[in-house]
């Protein structure tokens, strides 16, 4: 049976980075048996802590949590190693009577999870070393404006300086002759997952958000996190580790391509621009319940749609107990 077969399954808390995602879930876990799934492509890494807003020991350990740590960041996890990692720990979390509750950004893994990715062809080494020598001379927004005219609607939803999807996407095109958006098919979304999404309506207050948070991270020692994973583990600049937004402006910094003043900058814009990315896929999700975390009443009224969310959830898993 599909996870379409079957009533709501799972809850996920979904929302731009910085919109309060991981306090929301920690919350719930005080009033509702729950475990956290990370829906997170950075929080994966090991080491990765400060660029990553990764939760503290403290929280990890206050709620089960699930697909954090589990690479090396000289290692990768792709969208499908999510799906099939996310589907056992569904039927797990629930055998054990608890809800299971995604939480993160990464919309690409949700895709993945609830609807399902065509095969991809593999990665090919010559060709990405190839496009990266051609961004060294050209720039990436040059060949962000190629992406365009041979794959309009991925060059459309990508920024000109998103390195890692403009070089993944010119590399499945230079690999099949096909674009990259002709591999993903439309597919019924799977509704076993309610999803809450946290939306804010004004910009100026998540952006705020983001400039506080990337000055936190560069005072608590975000820069030497970097200095020390490069000591530690024979990476490079287009492992997808250090392709995560923070980490990348670090490299640059280090490597001196830019300055300290730069890095904040750059680490500011490109933190915005991953969330106009991520709520322009929220926004695509007919089955989402929204939510602006940035309300008056915020706190008590996503608490009590989580909860309920939950009780339906913990009755259906009753219901197969019985």
């Not at 090396?72 to 009577?97: C, H, K, V, W």
């Not at 690409?108 to 990665?123: C, H, R, S, V």
């Not at 001379?137 to 000109?160: K, S, Y």
């Not at 896929?281 to 008056?296: A, D, G, H, Y």
Request: proline share 5%; net charge neutral.
């Amino acid at each position: 049976m599909s996870l379409n077969d079957n009533p709501v399954q799972a809850l996920a808390i979904l929302g731009p980075t910085a919109s309060g995602k991981t306090a929301l879930a920690l919350s719930l876990a005080q009033a509702c048996p729950i475990e956290i799934i990370s829906i997170d492509s950075a929080l994966v890494y090991k080491e990765m802590d400060i660029g990553t807003a990764k939760p503290t020991a403290e929280e990890l350990s206050a709620v089960p949590h699930h697909l954090i740590n589990i690479r090396n960041p000289d290692e990768s996890y792709s969208a499908a190693d999510f799906a099939s990692s996310s589907r056992q720990l569904m039927r797990e979390i629930r055998q054990r009577g608890a809800v299971p509750v995604f939480v993160g950004g990464t919309m690409m893994y949700y895709k993945a999870l609830t609807q399902g990715l065509d095969d991809l062809p593999a990665a090919d080494a010559s060709i990405r070393k190839s496009l990266e020598n051609r961004a060294a001379l050209e720039g990436w927004p040059a060949l962000h404006a190629e992406l365009a005219q041979i794959d309009p609607p991925t060059a459309q939803r990508l920024a000109p300086n998103d390195t890692q999807r403009i070089q993944r996407a010119l590399e499945v095109f230079l690999v099949t002759g096909q674009p990259l958006s002709s591999f993903f098919s439309e597919k019924k979304s799977d509704r076993s997952v309610a999803v809450l999404s946290l939306e804010p309506e004004s910009r100026s207050d998540l952006h705020q958000r983001i400039e506080i948070r990337f000055a936190q991270m560069l005072l608590g020692g975000l820069v030497d996190e970097v200095e020390g994973l490069r000591k530690r583990w024979v990476l490079n600049s287009s492992m997808p580790s250090m392709r995560c937004v923070g980490y990348r402006q670090v490299w640059s910094m280090l490597e001196g391509e830019i300055s300290m003043a730069q890095l904040k900058d750059q680490g500011v814009f490109a933190t915005r621009q991953l969330a106009k990315r991520q709520l322009t896929w929220l926004r695509s999700m007919p089955e989402r319940t929204v939510i602006n975390p940035f309300s008056t009443g915020y706190a008590a009224n996503a608490l009590a749609q989580c909860q309920d969310i939950c009780d339906r959830i913990k009755r259906t898993i009753q219901a197969e107990e019985s």
